[in-house]
């Protein structure tokens, strides 16, 4: 067939023109597929799908997907990785892959709330029992390690409480105890400490999986919802990604783009958002109504000195934290008050999820998210602030003008 017997329609799906190989620029380029193209029918009966030396699928990979998983492993310091549609999917698809009918999971009592409602509601379904264990005390958890226990979830801190756990000891507890590992890390992201690297030796010590919401800090934009799964063992990773392409989990080359995209900056938000917070929840600690700062970083804090062991060594001794912290506020202000404090803040946004330029907040009912643990908060009202990228001051003014509306009480600067 010549070029002139062709239709449009044709020369517009197979055309001539193939533009220069040697493009270079900042940001990788996205490659869309579902479809990917073979050489010939040897090709397409000998490429493997199960390393990353070629490509076979849109859902097994393209070159954005590959950079993106590469450049995760870096932060991390995992060796594999597995991109999902959103943290909740690394959390379920991790679940899932290592699991079955009999097995039994362990998880802090102060997991991030919808990992409980996957065991709960869906593990549950699959006959796999889960238990709580108190994320303050490794006896409690080593106790509750059974013949049947294949998997520990483990957050450090925990999710809106803030609790610090002994980490370190928990992960040696799983170790010593043959159990698999998985570590919730997308409060460090893997920025305040190396979840494969935790005794900061070169590796000695390492959680058998990390698993990191990318939608928060390595979006950083509140517009992208993605999760991944990290590894260091090629037989764990295998497993995992046998589970993640049996399920048809995937994520788009738009979205992968974004996170690329935002990733490079992501150690200059995170350390600036560290200290914004920091100067935020020192001004509500002065206030004579919060009976309670939860933020790691401070002394007295619930599992300071295991933050104070595992993330204070950065930033010359200041210690690396998220932007993220939740404060006790006192029980003689009812929830009416409280309300009226959080609808009266200008910059601080009601809404979950964090890590994007825009202050959050969000009151909890903590009593109804609480099984066992909990011991080392104080009684009062729960509120999370996520701290944005507004400029520090207007953030303390906009606490000053809504705590003094709420409370009627002088905000002590
Ligand atoms: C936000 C979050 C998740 C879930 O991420 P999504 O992308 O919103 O599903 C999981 N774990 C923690 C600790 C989180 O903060």
């Not at 959103?86 to 990992?115: F, K, R």
């Not at 610090?164 to 998985?182: D, E, K, Y």
């Not at 990290?230 to 994520?251: A, D, E, F, N, Y």
């Not at 200041?318 to 008050?337: E, T, Y």
Request: aromatic share 8%; hydrophobic share 40%.
């Amino acid at each position: 067939m010549t070029e002139q017997a062709r239709h449009i329609s044709t020369d517009l799906v197979h055309h001539s023109y193939q533009a220069p190989q040697a493009f270079s620029a900042p940001q990788p380029a996205v490659h869309k597929a579902s479809t990917v193209i073979f050489d010939n029918v040897q090709d397409m009966r000998t490429r493997r799908w199960l390393d990353k030396s070629g490509y076979t699928y849109g859902l097994h990979g393209t070159p954005t997907t590959y950079q993106l998983e590469e450049r995760l492993c870096s932060l991390e310091g995992g060796k594999q990785c597995l991109l999902v549609p959103s943290g909740l999917s690394a959390i379920s698809t991790v679940s899932l892959a290592l699991l079955s009918a009999g097995d039994e999971v362990l998880m802090p009592d102060n997991a991030y709330g919808p990992n409980k409602d996957f065991a709960a509601h869906e593990l549950s379904r699959w006959g796999i029992r889960h238990v709580l264990y108190d994320p303050m005390n490794v006896a409690d958890l080593e106790g509750k390690i059974t013949p049947a226990t294949k998997l520990v979830w483990l957050e450090a801190p925990g999710s809106v409480s803030m609790e610090f756990p002994n980490l370190i000891a928990m992960v040696q507890t799983c170790r010593a105890r043959g159990v698999t590992s998985v570590l919730d890390n997308t409060w460090g992201a893997g920025l305040a400490f190396k979840p494969f690297d935790l005794l900061a030796d070169g590796g000695s010590l390492a959680t058998d999986v990390s698993v990191h919401a990318l939608t928060k800090y390595p979006s950083g934009g509140g517009d992208v919802l993605m999760g991944s799964i990290m590894t260091v063992s090629p037989s764990l990773h295998m497993r995992i990604k046998l589970t993640h392409m049996r399920l048809g989990i995937g994520v788009g080359a738009n979205d992968a783009e974004m996170v690329l995209r935002s990733l490079s900056s992501i150690a200059l938000r995170y350390h600036a958002h560290d200290v914004s917070a920091r100067v935020l929840a020192a001004g509500l600690q002065r206030q004579p109504a919060v009976v309670q700062l939860l933020h790691p970083a401070f002394e007295g804090a619930p599992g300071h000195a295991h933050w104070k062991a595992l993330c204070g060594s950065a930033h010359q001794g200041q210690g690396a934290a998220a932007g993220l912290f939740s404060v006790v506020i006192d029980a003689q202000f009812g929830q009416d008050a409280i309300d009226r404090f959080c609808d009266s803040l200008q910059y601080f946004k009601l809404g979950y999820s964090w890590g994007g330029p825009m202050s959050l907040v969000v009151p909890y009912q903590i009593e109804s998210m609480r099984g066992c643990g909990g011991g080392a908060l104080k009684a009062g009202t729960v509120v999370r602030f996520c701290v944005g990228l507004e400029d520090t001051q207007d953030l303390l003014r906009d606490l000053a003008q809504a705590w003094e509306k709420a409370f009627s009480q002088a905000w002590q600067a």
